[in-house]
């Protein structure tokens, strides 16, 4: 339980929505910026600005999962403008109190060497793996959308094999999709064999390419080049799941007439609610814990 402490949520998507009502389950008082539209979904929630925080009564921020940008903005899905916090802003907290965000970003790790402590929950490979399943199922259902074939017998490569790239690698298995996947580590690649999907080296990516029905990058870096997108058939449908700025370079794949798609905060937009609970169920054993 969250008994006699105080939060406040700072922007974020659909998922927050879900996120504030089980704080409120684990009775929290729950203060919220950045959700002005959805105020008929939040009862129990008192809605706040950026300058009527009380810094001083505060016990943990949650800020949106994509963290914060270098000029200080934060993503807000339910008022317009978003919100811009400043380093002031940030420091006026106490020290005990616990700011979280998705994934770090050069502003935070910025902010953290110089001042405050910031929880990545993203970090965390438990809230990471769930989090891999409703980004799995919109997955699906882009590829489905984007695609002019089955999934069932699709030619679909997926870049990446950590805890999202296993988790979409095994679910486009169960639909009876041909999957390849590149990984780096000679581990990764034994694994990927022994799940029944097809290992490929960066080498072996550009021959898997040119049979693409659907690509998949998972990987935060540059690695759907020209070079691999020379290869791609045109029919091909690139989902860059990446955070910001993706791995795919648009730019070239644009010009090859490919479709392509950046597509960040699947969970909170396939499956707010589950994604929600998750998040206030992992927020909830951090706090615990930190007694
Ligand atoms: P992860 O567990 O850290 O996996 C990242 C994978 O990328 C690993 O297989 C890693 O290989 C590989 N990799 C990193 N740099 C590489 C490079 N230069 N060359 C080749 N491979 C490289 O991360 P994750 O949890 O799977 O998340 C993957 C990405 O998806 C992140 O950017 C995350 O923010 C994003 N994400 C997006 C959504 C969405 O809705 N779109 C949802 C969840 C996560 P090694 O193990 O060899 O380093």
Redesign the pocket.
């Known amino acids: 339980m969250l008994t006699g402490k105080t939060a406040l949520i700072v922007g974020g998507d659909a998922r927050y929505i879900e996120l504030m009502k089980q704080l409120l389950l684990y009775d929290a008082s729950v203060y919220a910026i950045g959700f002005d539209d959805a105020e008929d979904e939040l009862t129990g929630v008192i809605s706040i600005t950026e300058q009527q925080v009380d810094h001083t009564t505060i016990d943990f921020v949650v800020l949106p999962i994509s963290g914060v940008d270098e000029e200080g903005f934060v993503d807000t899905h339910f008022r317009r403008p978003s919100i811009q916090l400043s380093d002031e802003w940030f420091t006026s907290f106490s020290d005990d109190c616990t700011v979280f965000t998705g994934?770090m970003t050069p502003y935070l790790n910025q902010l953290s060497e110089s001042s405050i402590a910031i929880t990545a929950l993203?970090n965390r490979d438990d809230l990471?793996i769930y989090?891999?399943i409703p980004?799995a199922e919109?997955a699906i259902m882009l590829g489905i959308q984007h695609t002019d074939v089955t999934l069932h017998d699709a030619n679909v490569v997926v870049l990446?094999?950590?805890?999202?790239?296993k988790t979409i690698a095994k679910s486009f298995q169960g639909l009876g999709s041909r999957v390849s996947v590149y990984?780096?580590?000679d581990a990764?690649l034994a694994r990927i064999y022994e799940t029944h999907a097809t290992p490929i080296t960066y080498d072996q990516l550009l021959n898997a390419a040119s049979t693409a029905h659907l690509m998949i990058n998972?990987?935060?870096?540059l690695?759907v080049t020209p070079e691999v997108i020379q290869k791609l058939p045109t029919s091909c449908f690139i989902l860059d799941?990446?955070?910001k700025p993706g791995g795919v370079d648009f730019r070239f794949a644009k010009k090859r007439g490919i479709e392509t798609m950046l597509?960040?905060?699947?969970?909170g937009l396939v499956a707010p609610k589950t994604a929600g609970k998750m998040l206030a169920h992992v927020i909830q054993m951090i706090i615990q814990d930190h007694e």
Do not use: C, E
């Open positions: 994934i993203m990471a989090n891999s980004t919109g990446g094999y950590g805890r999202v790239g990984a780096r580590s990764d998972t990987i935060p870096k690695v799941l990446a955070s597509a960040p905060s699947l969970p």
